[in-house]
């Protein structure tokens, strides 16, 4: 059986939910994969839990989220103040499970996390879609001479497989265009919106009661989240190193109940796609809100769901939908990531 020794930081929603799976999972992952994590410290805001050589106890880590505890306050294990860089200096483990909030600005804390992991040739798997949008070709650079490997399924988009469908299933064929609803806020008021005739603020304040808007909904309803993930599959799928200015972005706040419902008339649907496509031997990318022919595979896309069409020269139109929009969904991304460095994907990654 071999261990897997974990450094999980950020210890919100997506962290705690993770831990939570680990623990419910390690049976299925020692019978179905033969290996055992363990979780060697967890760090938030205001301190860390750190274990000795075995991991942290799983239950005791339980009790403590059930209770609402902070994590430096475990019992014996607790470490306040210390901070993510510094156990990632002290502590020796195999992998790093990035889950702090998203920063669009400098990516902190998660880039000092993530380049100090891949500097010590660990696993990099992250739910933070910071770092890898602001500094992709730095993060490259450091794999190249670190041999650290980076995965990133949960920070594009998660429970829906994006990333391993285009790399891992169309392996192969040409990509000529990806297109996706890649956002369940956004997808979830339009849906409102076309049904029921809700109006947008209603259907807002609806996603957010629902937990799946971002803390700040700009981030959803302005198409940054949309942006950030296509961004990551066409550098990923198609080779670029794109950042942000390079993605023409619109969001829904401009589409009015009238648009959707004149779409309808025209046996259309209006989503918030996001798209790259080669055209000319360039390469297209945007976000916008569309207006999808019945037909089209993603116009069945409703509510909180997402979904991914990839149109490639030799395997046709392949498109996947679903995949929980939920905390457990972010987290079982990770955990898929962490399967399939350990046990599929044991060379370096291109
Ligand atoms: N708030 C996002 C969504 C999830 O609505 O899909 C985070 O990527």
Known sequence: MTPIRIIVCGFGNVGRAFVRLIE????????????????????????????????????????????????ERMASFGRAGMSGAAILQSIPADVLVEATPTNLVDGEPA??????????????????????????????????????????????????????????????????????????????????????????????QAAQDLGIAETDPTLDVEGFDTRNKIILIANQLFDQCLGITDVETVGITGVRREDIEKAQTDGRVIKLIGSVRRENNRLCIKVAPEALEADHPLAGVHLSEKGISFDTDSM???????????????????????????????????
């Open 24 to 71: 419910d999972k390690q049976g299925d992952l020692k019978s179905r994969y033969g290996i055992a994590p363990q979780i060697h410290a967890v760090v938030d805001i205001g301190g860390a839990a750190i274990a000795d050589t075995h991991g942290l106890p799983l239950g005791q880590l339980r009790e403590l989220m059930d209770s609402g505890q902070s994590i």
């Open 316 to 350: 046709g139109r392949i498109t996947v939908t679903g995949g929980h929009s939920s905390p457990t969904g972010a987290a079982a991304a990770l955990l898929k990531d962490l399967i399939h460095a350990r046990c599929f994907q044991t060379q370096r990654q291109p």
């Open 111 to 204: 880039r000092t996390h993530i380049n100090a992991a891949l500097n010590k040739g660990m696993d990099v798997i992250t739910a933070n879609k910071g770092p890898v949008v602001l500094f992709y070709k730095d993060l490259q650079e450091r794999m190249q001479s670190s041999g650290g490997r980076l995965f990133m399924s949960a920070a594009t988009a998660a429970a829906l497989p994006t990333l391993d469908v285009g790399k891992l299933c169309a392996a192969g064929a040409r990509i000529q265009a990806v297109e996706g609803i890649l956002n369940g806020t956004t997808n979830y008021i339009l849906t409102r919106m076309g049904r029921e005739g809700c109006d947008y603020a209603t259907a807002l």
